[in-house]
């Protein structure tokens, strides 16, 4: 939160350790040991959040027995997900489920728990505000939250007291919450963002020539991104951090990884200092991409 020259903003994402994940996913899900180098790499390069989720697949269990064999499960901040299949207003469902998540991570209390779908946002007035909040009563929990997909609904959330945080999508491509001037409310707020998809599940880091047939429809606009990232003189990998630590200062940038070299390599760029210009050069030429790249489901 103090400042961007470190690495205190960028938080790991484990849905790779528990899952295989991502289309540009060649190594599919690390086996255990492969996983504490992942989380220990991120620890010594100044990571201290980790975002994970209920149905993240073996994702909490490993992060958890990682967490405790490097000796930091009392230090580190883990934000999880509720599995969107239990019913969110059935208080003895939700208690058990959260406790199922702080046994399996061993640790004192998570730093967030949110719900993992916006749709479940609609239950908040029904009687979900109160679960959750027992839940920060009850010192398992420290902040809660929503993960979207819509600007609609993280401006709805950011309105909403009990709610601390949204985690949404945004990258050189997705600029849909900065234009609905979603960055600015939370900041007027208070409340903290996590962004999530900085590398639109890896697309944006491959080489136009590798996309498969069915998504010839993205390769104009990653030919344009590979185009800018040569003019500037940066990896694509450097331009698609380094315009969110430009671009929104405020906000905690989540990147999974398959491999230790990923977080070194992710580390190191975060730490580097971005050309201010970067910002409205992405923002010109990125202005209006089409949802059909944007949306993984479309794919």
């Known amino acids: 939160m103090n400042g961007i020259s470190n690495s205190n903003n960028l938080v790991l994402g484990t849905a790779q350790i528990g899952l295989p994940y991502g289309i540009a996913n060649k190594t599919g899900q690390p086996d255990p040991a492969v996983a504490v180098a992942i989380i220990n790499e991120a620890w010594g390069q100044g990571i201290r959040e980790f975002d994970t989720a209920q149905g993240y697949g073996v994702s909490e269990e490993i992060l958890g027995k990682a967490l405790s064999e490097i000796g930091i499960t009392n230090e580190a901040g883990i934000i999880s997900k509720f599995d969107p299949n239990i019913d969110h207003l059935n208080e003895t469902a939700m208690s058990d489920a959260l406790d199922r998540s702080v046994k399996r991570l061993g640790v004192p209390m998570l730093s967030g728990i949110m719900l993992h779908r916006e749709e479940l946002f609609s239950l908040w007035d029904k009687g979900l505000a109160k679960v959750l909040q027992a839940f920060v009563t009850s010192g398992r929990v420290k902040r809660v939250g929503v993960s979207v997909y819509s600007p609609d609904k993280a401006i709805e959330a950011l309105n909403t007291d009990g709610i601390d945080m949204v985690q949404l999508p945004t990258n050189i491509l997705d600029r849909r919450f900065e234009n609905a001037g979603v960055f600015r409310l939370a900041e007027k707020k208070k409340k ?89 050069k992405v923002r010109t030429l990125f202005s209006d991409v089409s949802e059909k790249i944007l949306n993984p489901v479309l794919w």
Request: net charge positive.
């Open 192 to 280: 903290q963002i996590y962004i999530r998809s900085v590398f639109l599940q890896g697309l944006l880091l491959m080489d136009p020539e590798e996309i498969p047939a069915k998504m010839a429809f993205a390769v104009p606009v990653l030919e344009k991104f590979k185009t800018l990232s040569h003019d500037l003189g940066l990896t694509r990998q450097e331009v698609a951090l380094g315009f969110l630590k430009v671009g929104f200062p405020h906000a905690h940038v989540i990147f999974g990884a398959e491999t230790q070299d990923q977080v070194k390599q992710n580390a190191l760029i975060w730490k580097k200092k971005m050309p201010e210009l970067l910002r409205n």
